[in-house]
């Protein structure tokens, strides 16, 4: 089973950091894009930062200059390093990815977008 698993979210206070954990696990060749999307409540899920297979980046305008987005190949992981965090930045984290992976099937390979379950964030004193 093919799947996103993160970790690394807790509470933490205003000008804090915090790093999040996202494991791709499964049959996995290769992936495309991952990357981070959050949602705090009452409002629309947004994209954070991801990070293409050929290593471009992007983060939203609101964390520029706070946020790092880096993978690890040999562990199928991407880490979201979060620095001078704000109140606002309150919110479940997901892990979102477009991984390619080994089907049984014809074709032998495919591709396919997944969530993970997200990991809760506060920022407060």
């Known amino acids: 089973q093919v799947q996103v698993v993160e970790s690394g979210g807790g509470l933490v206070q205003p000008g804090g950091s915090l790093t999040l954990s996202c494991a791709a696990s499964?049959?996995?060749?290769?992936?495309?894009?991952m990357g981070w999307y959050r949602q705090a409540p009452g409002k629309e899920r947004e994209l954070v930062a991801n990070?293409?297979?050929?290593?471009?980046?992007n983060y939203a305008d609101s964390v520029k200059g706070r946020f790092t987005i880096s993978r690890e190949n040999a562990k199928s992981t991407v880490y979201l390093q979060m620095n001078k965090l704000k109140p606002d930045d309150t919110a479940v984290y997901y892990c979102?990815?477009?991984?390619?992976?080994?089907?049984?099937?014809?074709?032998?390979?495919?591709?396919?977008?997944?969530w993970g379950k997200g990991t809760l964030v506060t920022v407060s004193s």
């Open positions: 990070i293409t297979s050929d290593d471009t980046t």
């Open positions: 499964g049959r996995i060749f290769s992936f495309a894009v």
């Open positions: 979102h990815a477009i991984l390619g992976y080994y089907t049984n099937s014809i074709p032998p390979r495919s591709w396919m977008p997944l």
